[in-house]
């Protein structure tokens, strides 16, 4: 399995007010970048480190590795 999200990433940023029209508008994080949080891919380091500052967290909040087998 890999690296996995552990929370909706995108539920908790509009939780913590960030809706998807506000991210895009204040390019607070691109529309590539919230699609593929929607479809669980993977984002770059730099988007994580963004998500962590807006929702006030570290990595190991948002992912965690699951060993495979």
């Not at 529309?31 to 929702?55: D, F, H, P, T, W």
Request: hydrophobic share 35%; glycine share 8%; net charge neutral.
């Amino acid at each position: 399995m890999g690296i996995k999200y552990k929370i909706d990433i995108i539920a908790a940023l509009k939780e913590a007010g960030y809706n998807t029209s506000t991210l895009r508008k204040d390019k607070l994080l691109s529309e590539g970048v919230i699609q593929a949080l929607r479809e669980s891919k993977y984002i770059s380091l730099q988007n994580v480190s963004k998500i962590c500052e807006l929702l006030d967290c570290q990595p190991g909040d948002l992912l965690e590795y699951v060993k495979e087998g």
